[in-house]
């Protein structure tokens, strides 16, 4: 029986890249062409399933409540185990969606509960990205083009390449903390035996290399 710690940490693990979504946000137009911030989320699915699989079907349970013209989800998890039960609750709502409507707002409102048990919270943390990404009109909304998406989720599995290396996300966090290319290869040299031993773990070695450059590429863009 998993302990209140490891249930909890099991809830708050990375979802693999392909079960992530990703969907442009505002977009604005550069040279007649829309451009977008990409925005990385779950879906109600992939929130049951990851409850389901850290506590079981019957270790968690949701109930809602309207408040004005928004849902309110408290998202209740039974830390204890076959002896005695010990149930905790969270919760969070959301309003209406522009796609789903009401159904939009149950399902917004348990994810945000999901999100403080620590459920996809990397997602709002680690992706804040400030790069627009190309994109198409399809009617009223915007899509992202094939090359957007190859480019997100290759995103994607970079960070988990690196959150599954000893000291990878770290010296990720390192990297992307310098302001100019002199400042980076200083600090890629101060932890030059960091990233020896990182090449033990090819795949987290390709990503950060692959980081290292296309930092340095976006500090001469803004020089």
């Known amino acids: 029986m998993n302990t209140p710690e490891e249930k909890i940490e099991s809830i708050g693990r990375r979802f693999l890249p392909t079960e992530i979504l990703i969907r442009p946000g505002y977009p604005v137009d550069n040279d007649g062409t829309p451009h977008a911030q990409p925005l990385f989320y779950m879906d109600r699915s992939l929130v049951i399933n990851r409850l389901n699989e850290a506590v079981g079907h019957h270790g968690w349970s949701d109930a809602y409540?309207?408040?004005?013209?928004?849902?309110?989800?408290?998202?209740?998890?039974?830390?204890?185990?076959?002896?005695?039960?010990?149930?905790?609750?969270?919760?969070?709502?959301?309003?209406?969606?522009?796609?789903?409507?009401?159904?939009?707002?149950?399902?917004?409102?348990?994810k945000r509960a999901a999100n403080k048990w620590g459920m996809g919270m990397y997602l709002y943390t680690e992706f804040k990205s400030k790069e627009y990404l190309p994109a198409y009109h399809v009617g009223n909304s915007v899509r992202f083009t094939?090359?957007?998406?190859?480019?997100?989720?290759e995103v994607l599995w970079n960070d988990w390449h690196l959150a599954h290396a000893p000291g990878a996300k770290a010296l990720s966090h390192m990297i992307l903390s310098t302001n100019s290319e002199s400042e980076c290869d200083?600090?890629?040299?101060?932890?030059?035996?960091?990233?020896?031993?990182?090449?033990?773990?090819?795949?987290?070695?390709?990503?950060?290399?692959?980081?290292?450059?296309?930092?340095?590429?976006?500090?001469?863009?803004?020089?």
Do not use: P
């Open 146 to 153: 094939n090359e957007s998406i190859d480019y997100c989720r």
């Open 186 to 223: 200083d600090a890629i040299k101060s932890n030059r035996d960091a990233f020896a031993q990182l090449k033990n773990h090819e795949a987290a070695y390709g990503a950060i290399k692959n980081m290292v450059k296309k930092h340095k590429e976006s500090m001469k863009g803004n020089q």
């Open 65 to 110: 409540t309207e408040v004005g013209k928004g849902i309110v989800c408290k998202l209740s998890i039974n830390l204890g185990d076959q002896q005695e039960e010990r149930w905790y609750s969270k919760e969070d709502g959301a309003g209406e969606s522009d796609i789903e409507g009401e159904k939009g707002a149950y399902s917004g409102a348990l």
